[in-house]
């Protein structure tokens, strides 16, 4: 097995709905805002060689929506899915299994694009399965009020209509091979996949937005994004603690800056320990 962290770019959202009921006194100092209240947030994927299988997690916003759209986003950086592939030295027509956390847009956005005629939308990974769940499925594509801007039915529908389209069946599947098992999160949006990639003797959890950020590694300091934020810190508690008796690694697919951290227990409950880069971290 080998991993790549894929970068595609980087946006703007405002720091109050990213830290809900957290005073910018207190996030400004781990993810300091600019002069209307942005912030930069990274759209970092994974890339997972294992055997004959090229699984890539997410793939960020992608470049489809008008520009009216991407206005609201400030995108910003050098960094693209293909671009990023390409440095891995794959291509998209590479992939066998896109595995998508859940059905934002800025996680599924890359997974549709324009054919060549620009006359209709078709998927971008052309050999690959696309991996939902049922219940998720079910959520986005009869999206409810508060999140119907983040559920785009031209990310999602092409999907089902190629046919390349599949259900994950429960957390102990093992339709992504032995190496990957998954986690069901409901605080954010309901059934969000994180996948634990068991790497080199060591657990990676990739956070996709239970944890966008080092910053956002305190219990309370969850987004207002989230539809049940209660929930949200409950599971945010239990993937933490694991974390810490595991020694385990948050990949971050939200921080800017941070790629992953590993945490520890403290008097004031489970703290950062130590960032640092995926490839520095395995020596690669």
Not at 47 to 69: H, P, S, T, W, Y
Not at 76 to 87: A, I, R, V, W
Request: with cysteine; aromatic share 10%.
């Amino acid at each position: 097995m080998k991993l790549h962290v894929i970068n595609t770019g980087n946006f703007k959202l405002d720091g109050g709905a990213m830290f809900g009921v957290v005073p910018k006194s207190l996030w400004n100092k781990t993810n300091p805002a600019d002069e209307n209240n942005m912030c930069s947030w990274g759209m970092r994927c994974l890339l997972i060689e294992d055997g004959n299988r090229l699984i890539l997690v997410d793939n960020g916003m992608g470049d489809k929506q008008d520009a009216k759209f991407f206005s609201h986003y400030y995108l910003h950086g050098n960094d693209s899915l293909e671009k990023s592939m390409h440095t891995a030295g794959f291509s998209f027509a590479d992939v066998t299994d896109m595995f998508l956390t859940h059905l934002h847009f800025d996680h599924c956005g890359g997974s549709i694009k324009y054919n060549k005629e620009k006359t209709g939308l078709e998927t971008a990974f052309k050999n690959a399965t696309y991996w939902s769940n049922a219940e998720h499925w079910d959520w986005a594509t009869k999206p409810n009020p508060r999140e119907k801007a983040s559920f785009l039915k031209e990310n999602i529908l092409p999907m089902q209509e190629s046919g390349q389209l599949k259900f994950i069946e429960g957390e102990n599947s093992k339709q992504l091979g032995s190496n990957i098992s998954l986690s069901i999160m409901r605080g954010h949006t309901d059934a969000m996949m994180l996948p634990n990639v068991q790497y080199k003797g060591k657990t990676i959890i990739y956070m996709a937005d239970l944890i966008p950020s080092v910053g956002h590694i305190p219990l309370p300091y969850v987004m207002g994004y989230d539809t049940r934020p209660l929930l949200t810190m409950t599971e945010k508690e239990l993937v933490l603690k694991q974390a810490a008796d595991t020694e385990s690694i948050l990949f971050f697919e939200h921080d800017s800056i941070n790629e992953c951290c590993t945490v520890q227990h403290t008097e004031k409950g489970v703290r950062l320990k130590e960032k640092f880069k995926l490839s520095e971290f395995f020596g690669e």
